[in-house]
């Protein structure tokens, strides 16, 4: 029964921002690009940067879709090596929570402070200017 609770509180703190899509194996991230099996999938759009923040995030797939996950700003936004997650912190923000954004699945979650240091454990490419050291 705890299972299912769980369950139900994670999916109704998801947001859908754009469909699924295919063709997601053997990916990474260069600077600000997804790439998988050697196409283009996504370029992240940081407008503004400033020293640890932009002042909007944005991707652009391949066929055009453009999806803004910040239209007001985001604060230390990072993309996983791998290019499976996008996460930053809203600057209205004041809690703890992160958010994550999958590329490929088009779902947006918050995510607490370990999973984040999980994530970049994995590798990250800071996607603010004062951030690429």
Known sequence: MRRVMLAIVLCACAQHLTHARKGWGS?????????????QMVQVECGSPASDSCGSLSLVYSGGE?????????????????????WFRDPASHTDLWEVFDPRSGVMQEEDSYEIAVLRNSGAVPLWTGGAK
């Not at 453009?66 to 996008?86: C, N, Q, T």
């Open 27 to 39: 990916c990474a991230a260069g600077g600000a690009t997804i790439v998988c099996g050697g196409k």
């Open 66 to 86: 453009r999806i803004v996950l910040a239209a007001h700003g985001a604060r230390r936004p990072e993309l996983a090596s791998d290019g499976s997650r996008i």
